[in-house]
């Protein structure tokens, strides 16, 4: 069965730091480009990042390029999402996914809440 918990979530000043994890299980995670989406509210979810297999390749929303790490530890089944110089604007729920089989269907976790705030 897959599933992916995330952690790490909360509420933070402008200028904050939160890291957040992603604990998979039930598939390969090693083979899998793992990937970071947040929705905010009355909007569409959005790709914040993603990691390829073996951690070489990353990929950032322009919006978060040069404030946000993604990495991933392949014996721990994880991946991160470092956050730092946080701005109002992404106050989110932030969601770990995965896309897997032939259809290459995807697969989130349950969400964790990332409020920014003074």
């Known amino acids: 069965q897959v599933q992916m918990v995330e952690s790490g979530g909360g509420s933070v000043q402008p200028g904050g730091s939160l890291r957040l994890s992603c604990a998979a299980s039930?598939?390969?995670?090693?083979?899998?480009?793992m990937s970071w989406y947040r929705q905010a509210p009355g909007k569409e979810r959005e790709l914040v990042a993603r990691?390829?297999?073996?951690?070489?390749?990353?990929n950032y929303a322009d919006s978060v390029k040069g404030r946000f790490t993604i990495a991933r530890d392949n014996a721990k089944n994880t991946v991160y999402l470092q956050m730092n110089s946080l701005k109002p604007e992404d106050t989110a729920t932030y969601y770990c996914?995965?896309?897997?089989?032939?259809?290459?269907?995807?697969?989130w976790g349950q969400g964790t809440q990332v409020t920014v705030s003074s």
């Open positions: 039930g598939f390969i995670f090693s083979s899998r480009i």
């Open positions: 996914s995965t896309t897997l089989g032939a259809t290459s269907l995807r697969y």
């Open positions: 990691i390829f297999s073996t951690g070489d390749t990353t």
